[in-house]
């Protein structure tokens, strides 16, 4: 009985020692870069939209995510954008804090007024059909990319 278990033990810490190898690991998903590595359009839109802030962090994907994103860059005031291979922002998250005026399109920002007064626009995230918009209070809203309102939603 001790042969029978002594090859059974080892041949599971193979398996397992195998599959804790796994090829995706997710630190050799992307690289830090520097700030000025960015696309023009990505720098011009964080020096337009938060001209006191600094980098914190700033990432370059291997390869770009399925909603488009290839950088993700941290800003000193806690923001996070993601940002397209040509510098176009794809995703925008003030985490709890309100975003800069001018990033939501003005006839969304005029529904939330309208509709949520007492609430705060916290992030923006365009999808492939429409911009999903982060409430303060966690509620989501979906809007189409033209604008219009689509339905509500809960983080």
């Known amino acids: 009985m001790k042969n029978f278990v002594n090859p059974v033990v080892f041949i599971g810490w193979i398996m397992m020692t195998l599959m804790s190898c796994s090829s995706d690991d997710d630190s050799n998903s992307d690289q830090v870069i520097q700030s000025e590595e960015l696309p023009a359009p990505a720098k011009a839109f964080v020096s337009n939209y938060f001209p006191n802030t600094t980098y914190t962090r700033v990432e370059k994907n291997m390869q770009v995510e399925p909603d488009g994103t290839l950088f993700e860059v941290n800003l000193s005031n806690g923001f996070e954008i993601d940002?397209?291979?040509?510098?176009?922002?794809?995703?925008?998250?003030?985490?709890?804090?309100?975003?800069?005026?001018?990033?939501?399109?003005?006839?969304?920002?005029?529904?939330?007024?309208?509709?949520?007064?007492?609430?705060?626009?916290?992030?923006?995230?365009?999808e492939t059909t429409e911009y999903e918009i982060d409430l303060s209070n966690g509620l989501d809203l979906y809007f189409t990319l033209s604008g219009e309102f689509v339905r509500v939603g809960n983080n």
């Open 83 to 126: 940002f397209t291979a040509e510098g176009n922002w794809l995703d925008v998250d003030g985490q709890t804090q309100e975003l800069p005026q001018g990033i939501v399109p003005e006839s969304i920002t005029n529904y939330v007024v309208q509709n949520y007064a007492d609430l705060q626009i916290v992030g923006i995230d365009t």
